[in-house]
């Protein structure tokens, strides 16, 4: 987090030198809607991996049942 926070900052300033040219508004608005388009972004991915560990879970599941089915199965015979 702490090299994320670092780089991150570094952008910024990379940016503000970038935009110096530009009027300060602009550049605050185009800072505001890449905010939110990483805001957005990262709930995408968080609401990505959420599904995914549902699904490894449901298929994990599923395969302890086979098993336990199959144990069971063979003990009857």
């Known amino acids: 987090l702490l090299l ?5 900052r570094q952008l910024q300033r ?16 185009q800072h505001r809607q890449l905010q939110r388009h990483r805001q957005l972004q990262q709930h995408r991915r968080h609401r990505q ?19 336990q089915l199959q144990q069971h199965r063979r003990h009857r015979r």
């Not at 994320?4 to 991150?8: A, P, V, Y």
């Not at 991996?49 to 098993?67: F, S």
């Open 4 to 8: 994320l926070r670092q780089q991150h």
């Open 14 to 29: 990379h940016r503000q030198l970038q935009q110096h040219r530009q009027p300060q508004q602009h550049r605050q608005l």
């Open 49 to 67: 991996l959420q599904q995914l560990q549902h699904r490894q879970l449901q298929q994990h599941r599923q395969l302890q049942r086979h098993r």
